[in-house]
């Protein structure tokens, strides 16, 4: 059903034109909700904005705190009473944030455009083509996304020093190149694919590689930015298996290098807090990017031509 | 020694079991039987590969880097390649780089964490490398490294040592009538202040903010094993001990959050002001001076009922090492009472793990240090002596058992001897040392 | 029809197929081998048959532990599968501001743990924010110690999960309402339905495909679950250990390096068969009802 849709108006459109965010009695448009539901909507996200942003909160306070802030008094205190942004100058001189923050990066990215593709040419063919072994792939995949994550360290560590990829980058990129559940996400992203749709477009004589960019990628594309979505904020966070992996300081991500903030004498609550802040601001710009496209297939109108 | 590692411990441990999969599990050492003297008397040479412990930082390094380039400058044709772990994930560190055979030439381990590597013929015996050591290092802390079950020798020099002493709030304390002189120095005296206090305010202030430990029943003198490694401390008199908690709890002197409080849950519940008295080193001024500095001004330290605690950190040397001269005179000079007494002196509230020492770093330190923090250091220097380590045997998995099962007594929930006598029967069901 | 080489699927599922078969099938098969040995690290191991899976069958903390997960995943299904999924029709209209509110509604769930864990002792402190607001309210006249209680401190765990997942599933959710056409809602509008028929009718079956995925997720993780239970237990699983998951348990018991892992790999092998169950349900409902679904 989506993709003979080619509405017209796009709901930016409508918002943009007459600059009015609710429907006045009477009005035809059934789309756009009435004013009575749009306050209960923004009290309602407001609501539910409050109960998510405490922890946020306590850790910006707690980075802005300065030497003569008790930190952990009871009840806690959110307003600095020594304010100070000293401690994210600090944090940047006893690690090098910049360049683990660029390391990191160059996994997340890579990580994030292998899942992609990967899992978009996997769920494509799991949820659209019927060929021998299928029960299998779909077993081994399902099977896997129930190990306990913990068991495949060490085997992946061996795995990755025998091909000569311990202490590098690579070996921190390549087990996760490729996660079962994003398979799986597309998959179901895909099943909701008209059957008709892709047999017409195989009359046409539209090869698999053709299906596949111009019938499959616009329709999964909201679900494909979710699956990126997880898998750099799953990259980014990612601690034991990088320091698994890497050997030198040199070659640390960021998570490995901000645990130096944790020394064993005295660790400074404010730097680590003030660390963790740097730490944020990649995934909540990725996130803010990211979610924009959850709209977009169903608004451009999947089937171009 | 620090709050954030129960927490973190948490996600590093995860894969220690991991770790030991596959090939790891035989790890079988070639060369490990490569022992005897090692010749320190040639000119050395090559390269030794140096690992610390979360010890890269500000505070650290300018330290670390003098100390290689003054090794460096003594022995010209010798390299030492300085790396560091962070705090979090070492024993998985350590177990990844045991199993693959790559583990540094000299690294710093812990007694507990020196047991297996020792056990799989990991580390060189220094007692049998280099003759005649023992009479430079603090005894206990070179006990803590010799008495390896099924093994004789000595498998690290002591490093830097830690222990504990008690911290009060008198801030709290002080308007129901106590002061520095009439503190007490029992742990009965202490149960029964906290009684006391608890009912005199309403519940308000509490003193006990920890679990009774297995650290509890050796400071008092219980035994914790017999002669065969057997756990033994299921007697009347741990029984007791167990019970005046439990009276404690019931009387209010204890947040109930305390029940499930991990090793530094008592420190955090101090450092929040919920409570006036914990255990802690005396870097622990340090945490209250940066993390609850209007805490500092009214805390003092008095020494640790009991026996205090010996928390002991060594240098060790690989079995596997290539260049053992090198790394063997690098661990020993790393070691030796000038440099030790130097760190020490930065690493305020620790101790150095030589035979003397102490004198020097107490005065040294005294000067431009905090009063509190000073008067708690020379509080353990004294204790020092006497300070008593936790045997390797106890591993963490027992620890985690024996503070659930402590809880549901202390809660009252089951006898205190039901409950030493399951941490008993768990401990020796699963004992490492066999 | 067939449209395709018989290779071209193959090629396609092929990477990701190779993938997990290296990086997690054959680490499973370790495991699955290490769980009849006495292994610990460093050591040989010696083969000891089923010994380790005996023990798992009278142990007592591994009991706990299994009604423990069992309670997460009954309760954690049905919330998690409905709350996010109204949340995303929340944040779905295309209001001023709305991706701010979407953005900051994923943060819990890529907070750091240390930091939820301060907060939410906070809340649930015996002199926390909950029970002064119960004291002030006159529901309770003596602080509750939510924490150090078997069933309490579950039921704080699972709210937990609860605002951690929210945000992660409302993602999910929103990915797939993309794909309900506004047409069907309009037209159901037309017909006199209101806001619940409507969801009734055809937002839930639209997104159908999408709930039963959470729900395989949640029952999954919900088996699996460590984090939540650590951080409020302070890692001990409450008095008695009563509150251990299966995957605290294996942490306690393989941990460190004189853990025992024969033992901890019994009780994967252990968990991963009681998580087949759960899943094997959901997709047992799935089959029942497919012949309504038209995707």
Known sequence: ?305 | MKLSTRLGKAAALAAAGALALSGCTGGGVEDASDGGPVDLTGELSGTVKFQTWSLKNEKFTPYFEDLIAAFEEEHPDVTIEWIDQPGEGYQDKILSQAGSGTLPDVLNLPPDIAFPLVQAGQLLDLAEAHPGLDAQYNAGAWDAYSRFTGTEGTYGLPWYLGSDVSWWDLGKLGPYGVTQADLPTTVDGWLDLAEQVAAESDGEVMLVSSMPTVDVFLANGIELMDEDGAFVFNTPEAAALVQSYADAYAAGAMPAEALTGSYAGNAQMYLQGQVAYTSGGPGFAGDLATQAPSLLETSVATPRAGVPPLYVQGLNVASTSENKPAALAFAEYVTNQENQVAFTTLAAGFAPGTAEGADEVAAAVAADMDPAQAAALNVMFDALGGAQAMPFQWTSAMTDYASQQLALAVRGDVTAQEALDDVVAYANENRIDQ | ?295
């Open chain 3, 1 to 295: 029809m067939r449209s395709h080489k018989w290779f071209t699927p193959w090629l396609l599922i092929g990477p990701a197929v190779v993938w997990v078969l290296v990086f997690s099938f054959w680490p499973f098969i370790n495991t699955v081998i290490l769980s009849f040995t006495d292994a610990r690290p460093l050591r040989p191991a010696e083969p000891v048959g089923l010994a380790q899976y005996e023990r798992l069958l009278t142990d007592e903390q591994f009991r706990y532990a299994l009604i423990t997960c069992l309670v997460y995943v009954v309760v954690c299904v049905p919330l998690l599968t409905i709350l996010p999924l109204l949340l995303a029709l929340l944040v779905e209209k295309q209001i001023p501001g709305i991706a701010f509110f979407r953005t900051t509604f994923y943060f819990p769930v890529v907070a750091s743990a240390v930091v939820v864990a301060l907060i939410w002792t906070w809340v649930f402190d015996s002199r926390g924010v909950l029970n002064q607001a119960l004291e002030w309210m006159g529901i309770v006249d003596k602080p509750i110690a939510f924490l150090v209680d078997r069933w309490w401190l579950l039921a704080c765990a699972i709210l937990l999960t609860v605002w951690k997942g929210l945000g992660f599933y409302m993602v999910v959710y929103l990915a797939a309402l993309g794909n309900v056409g506004k047409e069907l809602h309009e037209a159901a509008m037309m017909d006199g339905a209101g806001p619940f028929r409507r969801f009734r009718d055809v937002t839930i079956p639209a997104v159908r495909g999408a709930m039963l995925l959470v729900s395989a997720l949640i029952a999954v993780s919900a088996m699996r679950v460590f984090t939540e239970l650590d951080i409020l237990s302070n890692g001990t699983g409450g008095p008695g250990g009563y509150d251990m998951s299966i995957v605290m348990l294996i942490r306690q018991v393989g941990s460190g390096l004189s853990g025992n892992l024969g033992y901890a790999a019994a009780l994967s092998v252990a968990l991963f068969l009681l998580t087949v169950l759960p899943l094997a349900a959901i997709a047992f409902m799935n089959r029942e009802k497919k012949t309504k679904v038209p995707a």
């Open chain 1, 1 to 305: 059903m989506t993709l003979t849709t080619d509405r017209p108006e796009t709901r930016e459109a409508q918002t943009v034109r007459k600059g009015q965010h609710f429907r006045r009695r009477g009005s035809s448009d059934f789309t756009r909700p009435t004013l009575l539901g749009l306050v209960l909507r923004y009290a309602l996200l407001i609501a539910v904005f409050a109960l998510v942003i405490g922890p946020f909160l306590w850790q910006l306070s707690t980075s802005l705190k300065g030497p003569a802030d008790d930190l952990y008094s009871f009840p806690p205190n959110l307003i600095p009473q020594d304010p100070t942004v000293g401690n994210y100058s600090t944090v940047t001189d006893v690690v090098p944030v910049y360049r683990y923050a660029w390391h990191s990066l160059l996994v997340a990215t890579g990580s994030v455009a292998t899942n992609v593709v990967l899992s978009v040419l996997g769920g494509y063919a799991l949820a659209c083509m019927r060929f021998r072994g299928k029960l299998i792939a779909l077993g081994v995949l399902l099977s896997t996304m129930l190990l306990p994550a913990e068991v495949t360290v060490t085997s992946n560590l061996l795995t990755i020093n025998a091909l000569g990829l311990g202490n590098t980058l690579w070996g921190v990129f390549l087990p996760g190149a490729i996660g079962a559940m994003n398979v799986l996400l597309i998959a179901t992203a895909c099943r909701m694919i008209p059957k008709d749709v892709l047999d017409a477009a195989t009359i046409d004589g539209a090869t698999t590689w053709q299906r596949i960019r111009h019938l499959v990628w616009p329709n999964v594309r909201g679900m494909a930015s979710v699956v990126a979505i997880f898998t750099f904020i799953g990259a980014w966070d990612d601690y034991l298996w990088p320091l698994m992996v890497l050997t030198e300081p040199d070659n640390y991500t960021l998570t490995v290098g901000m645990a130096y903030l944790n020394s064993n004498f005295s660790p400074d609550p404010r730097l680590i807090a003030a660390g963790t802040m740097v730490a944020l601001i990649p995934i909540v710009v990725v996130f803010s990017v990211m979610q924009r496209y959850f709209f977009k297939g169903v608004q451009e109108g999947a089937v171009k031509g």
